[in-house]
């Protein structure tokens, strides 16, 4: 089959399963609650599953243009309800949630990769390539913004400074550092892993 005749019956099954989704969620249930991004993730995830490798390749292949063009539309989406003048009045909280956040990526992914008996680089790097934020954050910061404006306005305000900074800061800094892990971890061609035992990876 073409990659033109698999974009099209992917997009034409991805608009049925909305299809379906929205008929039951706004004439079967009592209150919309189908989260859509969720719904598209469950039905890549099943079609995953269900398909032979081979085939997988070549819908994902097909479709990646239109996945970009899509989470493009997404992020600006989601970012533009959030008003980035609060990022100026960052402070303690906003360093509170960074470093927490990168903490518990950091040791949960050593801990998971210590029990399920990984790779050593795996153990020691992975926490840094999962540092970068992405749209999950905006998404949980809207709908958390949208159920504390109805009875806490300034909770509402706090929440979407505190992320919006933490957002930022985050893709300038922790991007850089999760390239570093992928060079650490030897994942890049051209680098190789470092020596376990020098002071430099000792730090880590």
């Known amino acids: 089959m073409s990659q033109s005749k698999i974009l099209c019956a992917t997009l034409f099954s991805l608009a049925m399963t909305f299809g379906i989704a929205y008929a ?21 995830t099943t079609l995953a599953n269900l398909v032979p490798e081979h085939t997988m390749t070549k819908i994902a292949n097909s479709v ?20 980035y003048r609060l990022i100026l009045g960052a402070g303690l909280l906003t360093a509170i949630y960074i470093i927490s956040r990168a903490f518990g990526k950091y040791f949960s992914t050593y801990l998971g990769a210590h029990i399920s008996n990984a790779e050593p680089t795996v153990k020691k790097y992975l926490g840094f390539v999962l540092l970068p934020h992405s749209g999950v954050s905006l ?17 509402a305000v706090l929440v979407q400074g505190t992320i919006a900074a933490a957002a930022v800061i985050n893709e300038i800094i922790a991007v850089i550092i999760a390239k570093k892990g992928f060079e650490w971890g030897g994942e890049l061609s051209t680098t ?13």
């Not at 998404?139 to 300034?154: N, P």
């Open 139 to 155: 998404i949980f910061t809207g709908m958390a913004v949208a159920s504390l404006s109805t009875f806490d306005t300034e909770s």
């Open 64 to 83: 990646s243009p239109v996945v970009g063009i899509g989470f493009m539309l997404m992020i600006i989406n989601l970012g533009a309800p959030l008003d």
């Open 24 to 44: 039951i969620d706004h004439f079967v249930l009592a209150t919309p609650i189908i989260n859509y991004m969720l719904l598209g993730m469950a039905t890549f």
């Open 192 to 204: 190789k892993a470092p020596n376990p035992d020098s002071a430099a990876v000792n730090n880590y």
